[in-house]
């Protein structure tokens, strides 16, 4: 399967030399039983043709989907061509943006930052997930989604991220944690964020939180299991 990676974002620089960028932690999470493609949407460079991919992920981004930004309203465009056509998988800022695309919305939360190990509890198993009650990921977020695309289905969530995957018919899933986000690098995240987005508190309690195993194996099956599945789909 070739998957495009919608590259809507990048880790801070001095991070870069040591994680690589977010297309690169995809291809790790997913394995090399796949072929790749990277579009650096910031740039402003989307896929041609739905068809130049098999499937698509959005990335994470540093950005708001109601921010300014010239790119945005474009990749919205792309993804509300691509629902019910291709497969696609949104992760942070992929599932805020693929939610607006889709009729849904998100909003910067009054809840503040959601830093560290997040879990969610499984209210609707998909086909493509396993039995699993509960899942846990690094997750690095302040932004949410507040409200429910038309066909969307909420799969699981918390108390603080209600919304946190999604499914949208047979094609198109979200996560709004980062099973792509290795402890290291979720923990360098947070480091190089201490006392300016968060307070000490917070930065150490996240810090502490992702030391406790996490589910990203997991949900790098089922996100392969979506994948795969979605695009014999569409082939038939």
């Keep these: 399967m070739r998957i495009g990676l919608l590259e809507t974002g990048e880790p801070p620089e001095s991070l870069i030399p040591a994680y690589g960028r977010y297309g690169g932690m995809f291809q790790r999470l997913l394995g090399p039983g796949h072929d790749y493609a990277t579009f650096d949407v910031q740039a402003g460079v989307l896929p041609k043709t739905l068809g130049a991919c098999d499937a698509y992920i959005v990335t994470g981004s540093s950005a708001g989907v109601y921010d300014d930004l010239p790119w945005i309203e474009p990749l919205k465009g792309f993804l509300a061509s691509a629902r019910d056509q291709v497969p696609l998988v949104g ?85 709004q944690f980062h099973p792509e986000f290795d402890p290291a690098y979720a923990t360098a995240l947070i480091e190089s964020r201490r006392g300016a987005r968060f307070s000490e508190e917070q930065a150490d309690a996240a810090v502490a939180s992702l030391a406790a195993p996490n589910d990203s194996r997991r949900i790098a099956g089922w996100i392969d299991g979506f994948l795969t599945g979605a695009a014999k789909a569409t082939k038939a």
Aim: include cysteine; proline fraction near 5%.
């Design 91 to 175: 992760v942070c800022f992929g599932h805020q943006v693929m939610a607006e695309a889709f009729g849904g919305s998100a909003v910067k939360s009054d809840k503040g930052w959601g830093i560290g190990l997040q879990s969610y509890s499984v209210s609707k198993p998909a086909a493509w997930m396993d039995d699993a009650a509960h899942v846990s990921a690094p997750g690095s977020h302040q932004d949410q989604v507040v409200a429910l695309a038309p066909g969307g289905q909420v799969l699981a969530g918390s108390d603080f991220t209600p919304f946190g995957v999604l499914a949208y018919g047979d094609k198109a899933i979200s996560m």
